[in-house]
């Protein structure tokens, strides 16, 4: 049995020539809209009792306006959704809620929006204020609550009885992180007693872990779908690889990359967004990756070491410079950053002319994902701190997981299991 | 639509209540005000006009005849500019609700008649302590004016849906029509009785739907007499349809409205 399944499903945005022309269409005259814009066509999948789809695509990929369809908000244009289950959808937190009114009388107000009777509401309600967990505020008028105790009345409402299908676009990107794994907990043991997740997230690590397989939206259309963890790696190709040609002179991609074999190199750990600038002294021409076998690459094995490496063209003299670099995670959280001044490494002048290979070794402690650099060069001499050369978000790489290890966090540190019995 | 109004009756009360709730959360008199309002219009009204056209109020021996006769007129125009203004703006206010959750949508004009006929309820009521203390006379004829309000009621949504519908996709109306609801309250007898004016005229008043509404409330609750039922009947008939008229409307609109807010 499918709990949702949708075909073909489409919206177009109508417009007229003059409204009129749309009012008139209600009575049954017809006319051609002046315009049709197609911002979703050809969906279709299926969810199966227990499943877990994630929806993930770029902004404006169409995400939410699947979700506005599937939860009966907006009509599609064609195909059709057919539905055999109750569906709860959390597009936003605390829709309907009143500030005026207690968090109680909000949780009444709420399910009967949500179509419950007052009997059900009661039963429920006990569960309802369990796992808000916000004590004496509950009956406190919410324009006092924080934005954070608001979301978890809000989510506590929206999951209260389980549906066979549970819509979520981003909303728990709010509250504490405990409360947001409380959130998943309570997810997670409605999925293990046979519902359904729909989850439209742009954290691609969450949808890896909850859901089992993913849509992929693209320009409007259904690009793929299939298991998450293959549907996720062809997204982060396309987020982070739709580079154009303009920045490939700076990055790895230019002529190292016929010398790699495939596996060191992946080409779509492209970089769009550099920032570079400095007083022209002299250029960071270009960054790479070396392996631990000297080898460019950008895909990294854990624990093994590894050189960030950045050649520079000086054009005029500097009689002490500083090298540096930064590793920074996706969201841009600074991990390790250090330069030759701080490492006490003695770095002569050089000439106007002079093209130098900087090198920094390193052992790679970090945990598998995608990170960034910045690399720059300062002038010891001068006043204030400015970059002679800068390049921020300058070129990214990978570090891989040979095997499901099962480590969570940025770091790897590595550690050792060892017990004693001490008493017995 | 009345199946799944029916399942959403909780929702539906409970907004009612909420409503008034939140509307008088934090205020010292809290739910007197609603009458306060209605009244101090009342005594201002009174005030300034009632040596004008005291004289000329025919049939009704009571010193306070023009309040009395203004006090009518405004429980039935109350009842339907309330109405029709809020059903006018009600989809673009609850816009982004109607975007986020999928519940009937006939149950926002539902809460918004419910709110006002509780208001015109309390207002009347208030009316009657008031004609209690100005020594005016009850009388069965009352009665009359419950099929009264929901022909109001009927007349008002026809009038309000439609407009609202249309004022999601046309902003214009939602400017436009309050100015025009002003001119209509000038343009009915109710601050004025109708033999001021002109007898030439006075057949054009004919075409105002509220006129007849208001004159059936200047019988009942001035003069204590039953409504005149040929206009009552003709009143009705244009209520009803332009009612299913908005409906009809609503039904087809309903799927658009979501991509235009």
């Known amino acids: 049995m499918t709990l949702l399944s949708v075909q073909n499903l489409g919206k177009a945005f109508r417009s007229y020539r003059s409204e009129w022309q749309r009012f008139a269409g209600w009575f049954g005259i017809p006319i051609k809209p002046s315009k049709e814009l197609w911002v979703l066509r050809h969906i279709n999948f299926e969810i199966h009792p227990g499943e877990a789809i994630g929806i993930i695509g770029r902004n404006g990929a169409g995400k939410s306006t699947l979700l506005k369809m599937i939860t009966g908000t907006m009509q599609a244009t ?9 569906i709860a959808a959390i597009l936003e937190l605390g829709m309907g809620f009143n500030p005026e009114l207690t968090g109680r009388q909000n949780v009444f107000h709420a399910a009967g929006l949500m ?101 992929f939206l693209k320009n409007c259309s259904q690009q793929s779908f299939g298991e998450a ?74 624990d093994n070491t590894f050189a960030i490496k950045y050649r520079v063209l000086f054009k005029s003299s500097v009689v002490s410079p500083i090298f540096s670099f930064l590793i920074k995670t996706l969201e841009g959280i600074s991990i390790y950053g250090t330069d030759t001044e701080s490492l006490g490494s003695e770095t002569k002048g050089y000439e106007e002319g002079d093209r130098v290979e900087i090198s920094f070794n390193l052992k790679n402690n970090l945990a598998s994902g995608t990170y960034f650099i910045n690399c720059g060069i300062r002038d010891k001499l001068s006043e204030e701190i400015s970059f002679i050369s800068r390049r921020v978000d300058v070129a990214m790489f990978k570090v891989n997981q040979q095997k499901d290890t099962g480590q969570v966090g940025l770091v790897n540190f590595g550690a050792k299991f060892s017990s004693e019995i001490i008493q017995h | ?145 419950i099929p009264l309000t929901f022909i109001v009621v009927m007349l008002a949504i026809g009038i309000g849906l ?22 209509w309250f000038w343009f009915t007898p109710i601050v004025y009785p109708v033999n001021i004016i002109p007898e030439s005229y006075r057949e054009l008043l004919r075409l105002n739907p509220m006129y007849s509404i208001t004159d059936a409330y200047h019988q009942i609750l001035a003069y204590g007499k039953p409504p005149l039922m040929g206009d009552i009947a003709i009143i009705s008939v244009i209520a009803l349809g332009l009612m299913l008229l908005s409906l009809f409307m609503f039904r087809r609109a309903s799927p658009e409205m979501v991509d235009a807010l």
Not at chain 1, 78 to 86: L, Y
Not at chain 2, 10 to 37: C, P, Q, T, Y
Not at chain 2, 166 to 181: C, E, H, K, S, T
């Open chain 1, 115 to 215: 179509g419950f009777s007052v009997e059900q509401v009661l039963d429920a309600m006990p569960d309802i204020e369990a796992f808000a967990d916000i004590s004496d505020y509950f009956d406190e008028p919410v324009r006092v609550y924080s934005s954070g105790m608001q979301a978890r009345v809000a989510f506590a409402v929206a999951t209260a009885n389980r549906p066979e299908i549970l819509i979520v676009d981003e909303a728990l990107s709010v509250g504490d992180a405990a409360f947001q794994r409380k959130c998943f907990h309570r997810i997670e043991s409605h999925m293990n007693a046979g519902m359904s997740l729909l989850l439209v997230s742009h954290d691609v690590e969450s949808i890896k872990k909850l859901c089992t397989k993913a849509l």
């Open chain 2, 162 to 183: 439609t407009l609202g519908i249309i004022n999601v996709f046309l902003r214009d109306i939602g400017q436009a029509f309050p100015i025009f609801l002003q001119v």
């Open chain 1, 78 to 86: 064609e195909g059709h959704v057919q539905i055999n289950g109750r």
């Open chain 2, 1 to 145: 639509m009345l199946h799944s109004l029916w399942q959403y009756r909780h929702f539906v009360i409970s907004s009612i209540k909420n409503e008034l709730k939140s509307r008088f959360a934090r205020s010292k008199l809290g739910g007197l005000w609603m009458l306060i309002n209605p009244l101090a219009q009342v005594l201002i009204y009174a005030l300034i006009l009632s040596n004008i056209l005291a004289a000329k109020l025919p049939g009704i021996d009571n010193k306070y005849a023009y309040a009395i006769y203004l006090m009518a007129g405004l429980l039935a125009w109350n009842l339907f500019s309330e109405i029709v203004s809020r059903c006018l703006t009600l989809f673009i206010e609850q816009g982004n609700l109607l975007k986020k959750m999928s519940f009937p949508r006939i149950t926002l004009p539902t809460i918004v008649v419910g709110s006002c006929l509780l208001n015109n309820v309390l207002l009347f009521i208030a009316m009657l302590g008031v004609f209690l203390v100005l020594g005016h006379q009850f009388s069965w004829v009352m009665l009359w004016l």
């Open chain 1, 229 to 302: 963890k293959v549907v996720c790696d062809e997204y982060e190709k396309h987020l982070f690889g739709s580079a154009s040609g303009e920045s490939q002179e700076n990055t790895i991609q230019g002529a190292r990359k016929q010398e790699c074999s495939p596996l060191l190199i992946d080409q779509s750990l492209l970089v769009t967004d550099e920032l570079s600038y400095g007083d022209g002294r002299a250029i960071i021409e270009e960054v790479w990756f070396e392996n631990s076998s000297g080898k460019p690459a950008n895909i990294l094995d854990i």
